[in-house]
């Protein structure tokens, strides 16, 4: 079946630095992905809309400066997390439409739990 | 009003029971619709689409009235692996919004 990957699976970092997430699309091209944020007993909240070779488009509240995204191919997404915040510890997902083609679903990475400290 | 609200839950049943989760969505361009489930700390799943004639998966029956902008996912004889949060999925213009989910807890 499909797969999403995402890297890495958790991290923890400093107040104040950087940190990457990657999601890759293995056998299947993702056009768009989505990159959600999900805060302990809530549900996943749509971040921004990621487009192979354009910008990406944010929901209202999500910093662009803050949380950028970039995706540079078919394959691959990634979000920075820039200048990262005890708030910002969240997990992270995302998801890309396709490769559950039957079910005309999408299909979600396997997120990344953030602990900034 | 949100874009997709579900019941608050958390849903406790018996194994063997037969329970139902509602959805109802604001936005009535929504194109397509679905539900996932999602276990403790892990990502969501693709459970079924939801189609305005039925569809059925085993013990899953889901249903989608378009004129009531309410989806229903029905699960028969509840198995303890049932347990999770079963998210209702809508898809607006290629983006895709999430109700807050319904928690379920098959009891033994």
């Known amino acids: 079946g499909a797969v999403v990957s995402q890297h890495p699976s958790w991290v923890i970092c400093k107040s104040g630095t950087s940190v990457k997430i990657e999601c890759r699309s293995l056998d299947f091209q993702a056009t768009t992905m989505f990159w959600y944020r999900q805060f302990p007993k809530q549900s996943l909240m749509l971040m921004a809309t990621?487009?192979?070779?354009?910008?990406?488009?944010?929901e209202q509240g999500v910093e662009k400066d803050k949380f950028l995204i970039n995706h540079a191919s078919l394959t691959l997404s990634t979000l920075t997390v820039t200048s990262a915040h005890p708030e910002d510890s969240s997990f992270y997902i995302c998801?890309?439409?396709?490769?559950?083609?039957?079910?005309?679903?999408?299909?979600f990475g396997s997120g990344t739990r953030l602990t900034v400290v | 009003r949100k874009e997709v609200e579900q019941d608050p839950g958390p849903f406790n049943v018996p194994e063997g029971a037969t329970v139902a989760f509602n959805c109802t969505y604001s936005?009535?361009?929504?194109?397509?619709f679905f539900w996932y489930r999602q276990d403790c700390r892990k990502e969501p799943k693709l459970l079924m689409s939801v189609y305005s004639s039925g569809n059925e998966d085993g013990r899953f029956t889901a249903q989608l009235n378009r004129a009531s902008q309410y989806i229903s996912l029905l699960i028969r004889d509840s198995k303890l692996s049932d347990s999770a949060t079963y998210l209702c999925v809508v898809n607006i213009y290629d983006k895709v919004i999430f109700g807050p989910g319904t928690s379920l807890s098959v009891i033994p």
């Open positions: 990621s487009n192979e070779g354009s910008k990406a488009t944010y």
């Open positions: 936005n009535s361009a929504s194109q397509s």
């Open positions: 998801s890309a439409r396709g490769g559950v083609s039957r079910q005309n679903g999408y299909t």
